[in-house]
């Protein structure tokens, strides 16, 4: 049974730095990228960053370039997301994403296999 959940969400000020975790377990064997992806109300679900299975390639959103920084442990299932200098815009629910053979060249597409986290809320208050 394949499990991925997130931490580190909460309420911060304008200019302040959160760390979010995931740990996914049980997945299948193969090579997975994970990726951090945010939906705010009334917004449609948008990638935040990705990172490949050796935690060497990374992509990052427009808004999250030179602020946020991804980085996973050498157990491979586990990412983190330090986010710094957050903005009252940060604010939404961060979802974990396990990707299958995905080298983070592009954003995963639908129709990739992936497994979800239940999100993770980050408010940031101006």
């Known amino acids: 049974q394949v499990q991925v959940m997130e931490s580190g969400g909460g309420l911060v000020q304008a200019g302040e730095s959160l760390r979010l975790s995931c740990t996914a377990s049980?997945?299948?064997?193969?090579?997975?990228?994970m990726g951090w992806f945010r939906q705010a109300p009334g917004k449609e679900r948008e990638g935040v960053s990705c990172?490949?299975?050796?935690?060497?390639?990374?992509k990052y959103s427009d808004s999250a370039k030179g602020r946020f920084t991804a980085s996973r442990d050498a157990a491979k299932y586990t990412q983190y997301l330090q986010m710094n200098n957050l903005t009252p815009e940060d604010t939404a629910m961060y979802y974990c994403?396990?990707?299958?053979?995905?080298?983070?060249?592009?954003?995963?597409?639908?129709?990739?296999?992936?497994?979800w986290g239940l999100g993770t809320q980050v408010t940031v208050s101006s």
């Open positions: 994403a396990v990707i299958k053979n995905l080298n983070c060249g592009k954003w995963p597409s639908p129709s990739d296999d992936k497994y």
């Open positions: 049980g997945l299948p064997p193969a090579s997975y990228a």
């Open positions: 990172i490949d299975w050796a935690g060497v390639a990374t």
